[in-house]
C-alpha cells in the first residue's frame, strides 16, 4: 500500500512535468528502476521526440530501434543525475544554460530560441524540459572538470611547433567531421561490432549509427562535431583524414582508451589570419575537451557496474 502510494505521487509529478493527463488513455508504466528512482514509458517516449528533434534521421529507423536507442538515453541521464544529486542542487540554474542553448539551436540552424522552441512544441515537448537536460549536461561536465582536470596531460610545446610550423601557409583547411566513438574489451568483440558498425552504416547511415553506437556526448547529434580547422587536430587524426574524401569515414583507429570512426562531412578552405596565442588557446581546449570526455566516459561507465538497474 506504501509503496503504490509513492507510486502515485510520482506519477502525479510525472503528469504535471510532462504535460501528460494523469487521466488519459494512455497507461503509465515502469520501465527501468534506477536505485529505487524511476524511469516510466512516458519518460521514454519524450526522450525518443527529443531526440528525433535533435536528428530526424532517426524517424527512417524501426520503431523498436528508436524505442532501444531512447531507453538507453534516458537510462544514461538518469544515473547521471542521481550521481550529480550528492554533490549539486539541479533546481538551482546553471549560469552557461543560456549560451549553451544559443550553440544548441545554432546547431540545428535554427535563428533564435524562439525557433527552437517551436521546433520542440512541434514535438510536445516544452523548453522547460530541454533546459532541465541542459543543466544536467552542463553540471556533469562540471562534475567530470573537477575530477580530472588535472590528469589532462597535452604537450604545449608541441603544439606551439606545430601552430608555428603552420604559420606559413596561405590558407588554412577545415574539415566538417563527424564521429562514432566506441569501446570494447577484447579484439573478438572489436570485431564484431566494427562489423555491426560499417553494416550499420551502409544500410542506415552514418548519423543513425551514430545515435545507436556511440557513447560521445556528440550521439545525440548524429556524431557531428562540426567543423575543425586543421591545426586543431592531433597528427593521428590528420594521418587518417589525408587518405579520405568528403563521405569517406576511417577504419576504426584507438585514442585513449576507446576506439574512433570519423567521418569527413565537408572540406573548406579559408584564408590564414593566425594569432598563435588565440590559436594555442583554442587547440588546448579541444584536447583538454576530448580527454575530459574520455575520463567522462570511464566514469560513468563505472557508476553503471554499480547502479542497481532493474528493467520491466
Request: proline share 1%; charged share 35%.
Amino acid at each position: 500500500m506504501i509503496y503504490k502510494k509513492k507510486l502515485a505521487i510520482i506519477l502525479i509529478s510525472i503528469s504535471l512535468l510532462t504535460n501528460v493527463p494523469l487521466l488519459s488513455d494512455e497507461k503509465v508504466f515502469i520501465i527501468f528502476d534506477v536505485n529505487d528512482q524511476i524511469i516510466t514509458n512516458i519518460d521514454v517516449e519524450n526522450e525518443s521526440k527529443y531526440l528525433i528533434s535533435l536528428n530526424d534521421q532517426l524517424k527512417k529507423l524501426n520503431p523498436k530501434k528508436v524505442l532501444d536507442i531512447s531507453k538507453e538515453s534516458a537510462l544514461r541521464e538518469k544515473i547521471k543525475e542521481i550521481e550529480l544529486l550528492k554533490y549539486f542542487d539541479l533546481k538551482a540554474k546553471n549560469p552557461r544554460t543560456e549560451k549553451y542553448i544559443e550553440n544548441f539551436y545554432l546547431r540545428l540552424k535554427l535563428k533564435n530560441k524562439s525557433e527552437l522552441s517551436n521546433l520542440l512544441d512541434s514535438y510536445g515537448l516544452s523548453m522547460e524540459y530541454v533546459e532541465k537536460k541542459i543543466n544536467i549536461e552542463l553540471t556533469w561536465s562540471q562534475l567530470i572538470y573537477e575530477k580530472y582536470i588535472n590528469q589532462v596531460n597535452i604537450d604545449e610545446d608541441k603544439l606551439k611547433k606545430q601552430i608555428s610550423k603552420n604559420k606559413s601557409t596561405a590558407k588554412k583547411k577545415i574539415y566538417l567531421l563527424s564521429e562514432i566513438i566506441f569501446e570494447t574489451d577484447n579484439q573478438k568483440n572489436l570485431d564484431n561490432k566494427v562489423k555491426n558498425i560499417r553494416e550499420s552504416i551502409e544500410e542506415i547511415g552514418f548519423k543513425n549509427t551514430a545515435n545507436i553506437y556511440s557513447i560521445s556526448k556528440t550521439a545525440k547529434f548524429g556524431g557531428e562535431i562540426g567543423w575543425v580547422e586543421e591545426e586543431r587536430l592531433s597528427k593521428k587524426i590528420m594521418q587518417e583524414l589525408k587518405k579520405m574524401n568528403i563521405n569517406d569515414s576511417t577504419l576504426p583507429f584507438q585514442t585513449g582508451g576507446s576506439f574512433m570512426i570519423l567521418k569527413i562531412d565537408n572540406i573548406k578552405y579559408e584564408e590564414k589570419q593566425i594569432n598563435e596565442k588565440a590559436e594555442l588557446e583554442k587547440i588546448l581546449q579541444f584536447e583538454t575537451d576530448k580527454q575530459l570526455e574520455r575520463f567522462s566516459n570511464i566514469y560513468y561507465n563505472k557508476l553503471k557496474i554499480n547502479t542497481s538497474i532493474n528493467e520491466s
